[in-house]
């Protein structure tokens, strides 16, 4: 029999199991927060992996423990390609585990008044799901053992009962990982509740306890003896909860044991009858779990992330003029942020124009230094594969999906060497990688229709993007060497006159570099100049204004397109630089914009 207090007369505030009150504030809060103030988060989650809609990789997944939590969050993580869907799916996840939780601690007890501390496991994932590396498979695993745990609570005969937890145990285990915690602390107590509820002093709750437990610890051990080569870690923490497979976060455990703690919490408080009582004791409750979110989310999220995933998401879609209109309000200084913001102004033709207005330093904020992180390989080959550099840009690909921590392959990887092998015309290698994209969901049109143009070169050359990437692509080979771009910039520029976003690199690097003697020989080789370059960009105006007052200003030497504003500006800067030994605060309210400033103190 389910243990459920002794009947009595309610009200109907009393009786509100499902009311708005209780429910409303847990989709409220995880679809604010994840729906509008977090979003990028799960734009970047949903490029991390690679799911694919067929039997053979459903297998796969089932083939280690926790398998299917894994399997179904990686499906889930598919929608978080759009916010408006991935909000969504989060908010019913979240709902669904706390409908979960409210069925198992009806079984226990029934004191609606305390209906809001069933969200309590739901915020509590969320709040770790702020960590970028935490993943939609620990909710799942959660709403599978908290939904066996109910089913089993449901059942009358206690026979039956005791078969259906023992057979669980190690199912569970295999299907959702180590949650299954979770439901050998939901079923083993309530068993006791109802021995002692009955009166009875039999053996069942003692034998239930002692091989649950026993089965807890055989579980781990048959899953070793079928994956040999599994080290340990990786069967006390099966599910893939986490993205780290070598940095083991045992939190989780913290997770289940308090998910199954709830109900029992929520059995052991008195009930209220008189509705002013019961609500202050929502209010209050409301004002817990408000203080709880807050704390959490302030520990666990990392709004410096959360910038550079929306410059990345920006870039990825192509909204360079949000990007653009972004950097305006957040004056960007990342190692990240800044070439993204540069890339934006130079695809929309501001870049020499308007850089300087800008933080910047080094050649770094054009083209970053490779380091072994994910999203500074993926964002360093998309500026790469810009500028037209076809076989740099499938270099960082590449090297982006082996620095993904779990050894999962990404979506926008193979989208992105899909498209490098079409420009250089491995056709072969290119349908390969459209052919895992069809068995994506968002992606599979995009691949059916890009497939149809592996056979038709000349559609190809015609296309807006590839066919210029194409006649961009270094013809060449060329040094990467990547304490110096210089050459390899140079070889590009050279070898097309038309690409000016490589021309315009290629300058503002060795400004960048305050390489002035480079910078001068460049510009002058009429080669490098695009096609319909008329009025010469600010940046390198001032920059040949101040290589020409190192000549005295030289009548002979003065460079084409330096104005009389910019000389005269020059020399308002020099008179302040002279005059003071510590020019720089005042310089930098007037000229802070200037290549002279950024020349003296950057």
């Given at each position: 029999?389910?243990?459920?207090?002794?009947?009595?007369?309610?009200?109907?505030?009393?009786?509100?199991?499902?009311?708005?009150?209780?429910?409303?504030?847990?989709?409220?809060?995880?679809?604010?927060?994840?729906?509008?103030?977090?979003?990028?988060?799960?734009?970047?989650?949903?490029?991390?992996?690679?799911?694919?809609?067929?039997?053979?990789?459903?297998?796969?997944?089932?083939?280690?423990?926790?398998?299917?939590?894994?399997?179904?969050?990686?499906?889930?993580?598919?929608?978080?390609?759009?916010?408006?869907?991935?909000?969504?799916?989060?908010?019913?996840?979240?709902?669904?585990?706390?409908?979960?939780?409210?069925?198992?601690?009806?079984?226990?007890?029934?004191?609606?008044?305390?209906?809001?501390?069933?969200?309590?496991?739901?915020?509590?994932?969320?709040?770790?799901?702020?960590?970028?590396?935490?993943?939609?498979?620990?909710?799942?695993?959660?709403?599978?053992?908290?939904?066996?745990?109910?089913?089993?609570?449901?059942?009358?005969?206690?026979?039956?009962?005791?078969?259906?937890?023992?057979?669980?145990?190690?199912?569970?285990?295999?299907?959702?990982?180590?949650?299954?915690?979770?439901?050998?602390?939901?079923?083993?107590?309530?068993?006791?509740?109802?021995?002692?509820?009955?009166?009875?002093?039999?053996?069942?709750?003692?034998?239930?306890?002692?091989?649950?437990?026993?089965?807890?610890?055989?579980?781990?051990?048959?899953?070793?003896?079928?994956?040999?080569?599994?080290?340990?870690?990786?069967?006390?923490?099966?599910?893939?909860?986490?993205?780290?497979?070598?940095?083991?976060?045992?939190?989780?455990?913290?997770?289940?044991?308090?998910?199954?703690?709830?109900?029992?919490?929520?059995?052991?408080?008195?009930?209220?009858?008189?509705?002013?009582?019961?609500?202050?004791?929502?209010?209050?409750?409301?004002?817990?779990?408000?203080?709880?979110?807050?704390?959490?989310?302030?520990?666990?999220?990392?709004?410096?992330?959360?910038?550079?995933?929306?410059?990345?998401?920006?870039?990825?879609?192509?909204?360079?003029?949000?990007?653009?209109?972004?950097?305006?309000?957040?004056?960007?200084?990342?190692?990240?942020?800044?070439?993204?913001?540069?890339?934006?102004?130079?695809?929309?033709g501001n870049l020499p124009e308007h850089a300087f207005g800008y933080f910047q330093k080094g050649g770094e904020g054009l083209l970053p230094t490779f380091r072994k992180e994910y999203i500074n390989a993926v964002v360093?080959?998309?500026?790469?594969?810009?500028?037209?550099?076809?076989?740099?840009?499938?270099?960082?690909?590449?090297?982006?999906?082996?620095?993904?921590?779990?050894?999962?392959?990404?979506?926008?990887?193979?989208?992105?060497?899909?498209?490098?092998?079409?420009?250089?015309?491995?056709?072969?290698?290119?349908?390969?990688?459209?052919?895992?994209?069809?068995?994506?969901?968002?992606?599979?049109?995009?691949?059916?229709?890009?497939?149809?143009?592996?056979?038709?070169?000349?559609?190809?050359?015609?296309?807006?993007?590839?066919?210029?990437?194409?006649?961009?692509?270094?013809?060449?080979?060329?040094?990467?060497?990547?304490?110096?771009?210089?050459?390899?910039?140079?070889?590009?520029?050279?070898?097309?006159?038309?690409?000016?976003?490589?021309?315009?690199?290629?300058?503002?690097?060795?400004?960048?570099?305050?390489?002035?003697?480079?910078?001068?020989?460049?510009?002058?080789?009429?080669?490098?100049?695009?096609?319909?370059?008329?009025?010469?960009?600010?940046?390198?105006?001032?920059?040949?204004?101040?290589?020409?007052?190192?000549?005295?200003?030289?009548?002979?030497?003065?460079?084409?397109?330096?104005?009389?504003?910019?000389?005269?500006?020059?020399?308002?800067?020099?008179?302040?630089?002279?005059?003071?030994?510590?020019?720089?605060?005042?310089?930098?309210?007037?000229?802070?914009?200037?290549?002279?400033?950024?020349?003296?103190?950057?």
């Amino acid at each position: 029999m389910p243990i459920t207090p002794h009947s009595s007369a309610r009200s109907p505030i009393v009786n509100c199991q499902l009311s708005i009150v209780n429910f409303l504030p847990l989709p409220l809060a995880v679809g604010l927060f994840f729906g509008v103030f977090y979003k990028y988060h799960l734009f970047y989650q949903e490029q991390m992996q690679l799911f694919q809609n067929t039997g053979e990789y459903f297998c796969r997944r089932l083939a280690h423990p926790g398998g299917l939590a894994a399997y179904l969050g990686e499906y889930l993580t598919q929608f978080f390609y759009s916010a408006t869907l991935g909000t969504l799916v989060l908010v019913l996840l979240a709902l669904v585990l706390q409908g979960f939780v409210v069925a198992i601690t009806h079984t226990l007890t029934r004191k609606s008044v305390y209906t809001l501390l069933t969200a309590l496991p739901s915020l509590a994932f969320f709040i770790l799901f702020c960590n970028e590396n935490v993943l939609l498979s620990g909710i799942v695993a959660l709403i599978l053992s908290a939904a066996a745990a109910s089913a089993g609570l449901r059942i009358k005969t206690s026979q039956l009962r005791m078969v259906f937890y023992l057979l669980m145990i190690p199912v569970l285990y295999w299907l959702a990982g180590s949650s299954v915690l979770l439901f050998a602390l939901t079923v083993i107590p309530a068993e006791w509740l109802r021995a002692k509820k009955s009166g009875r002093k039999s053996t069942p709750p003692y034998a239930l306890t002692a091989t649950g437990l026993f089965l807890l610890l055989l579980s781990p051990l048959c899953a070793k003896v079928v994956l040999p080569n599994y080290p340990w870690e990786r069967f006390l923490l099966a599910g893939n909860y986490y993205r780290y497979v070598s940095d083991y976060t045992y939190i989780f455990y913290a997770l289940f044991v308090g998910t199954a703690t709830v109900p029992l919490l929520i059995r052991l408080l008195s009930d209220v009858h008189a509705k002013k009582k019961r609500l202050w004791l929502i209010a209050m409750q409301f004002i817990v779990l408000a203080g709880i979110c807050t704390a959490g989310v302030r520990r666990t999220a990392d709004w410096g992330k959360e910038e550079i995933m929306h410059y990345d998401y920006l870039s990825r879609t192509e909204n360079w003029n949000a990007l653009i209109a972004l950097g305006q309000t957040t004056n960007p200084d990342n190692p990240l942020t800044v070439p993204l913001h540069n890339l934006a102004l130079e695809l929309t033709g501001n870049l020499p124009e308007h850089a300087f207005g800008y933080f910047q330093k080094g050649g770094e904020g054009l083209l970053p230094t490779f380091r072994k992180e994910y999203i500074n390989a993926v964002v360093t080959g998309d500026i790469y594969y810009k500028l037209g550099m076809i076989n740099a840009a499938q270099y960082f690909a590449f090297e982006a999906m082996e620095l993904i921590p779990d050894y999962r392959k990404s979506v926008r990887c193979i989208k992105r060497l899909a498209e490098t092998n079409l420009i250089n015309a491995n056709y072969r290698v290119a349908e390969k990688y459209l052919r895992l994209l069809q068995n994506t969901l968002f992606y599979k049109q995009w691949a059916t229709e890009t497939l149809h143009l592996t056979s038709d070169e000349e559609r190809i050359n015609a296309h807006p993007v590839w066919g210029v990437l194409r006649k961009y692509r270094p013809q060449e080979s060329f040094l990467f060497y990547e304490k110096d771009k210089t050459p390899m910039l140079e070889s590009v520029a050279r070898q097309e006159p038309t690409n000016r976003p490589a021309y315009d690199y290629l300058l503002m690097y060795t400004l960048l570099q305050k390489d002035l003697q480079r910078f001068y020989t460049y510009y002058r080789e009429s080669n490098t100049v695009p096609e319909g370059t008329t009025k010469v960009p600010r940046a390198y105006r001032e920059a040949l204004a101040y290589v020409w007052s190192l000549t005295n200003f030289d009548p002979a030497r003065r460079p084409p397109g330096v104005d009389r504003e910019i000389l005269d500006k020059l020399e308002q800067y020099r008179q302040v630089y002279i005059a003071y030994d510590n020019s720089e605060p005042m310089l930098r309210t007037s000229f802070g914009n200037t290549y002279w400033y950024y020349f003296h103190f950057r």
